[in-house]
């Protein structure tokens, strides 16, 4: 397994926390997400991302855990999660769970729109306010 740094980005009050780590094989992204620039913002996340993939032990767990995002992010986010699409022929799995607050119903709605985008490969968990 290569020496890839674990990824770690502060959550701000428009950015979300995203950490990553090849050794445990989890991602996660929680907080809010509306970020002046959705992709400047991603740019670092997709390039770990792909660089994760190339040497990722064979289960990752990408947790999203968020309070709100955007537009813009919301097409983003789409990107960096099919970006696991070719890894998954390589013999890797991924499993996404989307966790939203258990009477947030945009959220949930969210998880599932992303849940059929993405063939259904995601667990939407709801947890109370």
């Not at 979300?16 to 970020?35: E, F, L, Y």
């Not at 620039?37 to 040497?55: G, H, L, R, S």
Request: include cysteine; aromatic fraction near 10%; glycine fraction near 6%.
């Amino acid at each position: 397994m290569s020496q890839l740094e674990i990824l770690n980005i502060p959550g701000t009050v428009k950015t979300p926390a995203i950490h990553g780590d090849v050794k445990t094989g989890k991602i996660s992204i929680s907080g809010r997400c509306v970020p002046e620039n959705a992709v400047d913002f991603f740019i670092p996340v997709k390039t770990w991302i792909e660089k994760y993939i190339e040497v990722a032990p064979t289960a990752t767990e990408f947790q999203v855990e968020l309070d709100y995002f955007n537009t813009s992010s919301s097409i983003i986010l789409l990107n960096v999660f099919r970006l696991f699409n070719p890894s998954q022929h390589k013999g890797m799995s991924v499993n996404f769970v989307w966790i939203y607050v258990d009477d947030d119903l945009d959220m949930k709605e969210a998880g599932e729109e992303y849940k059929a985008m993405l063939g259904g490969n995601l667990t939407l968990v709801p947890k109370q306010p």
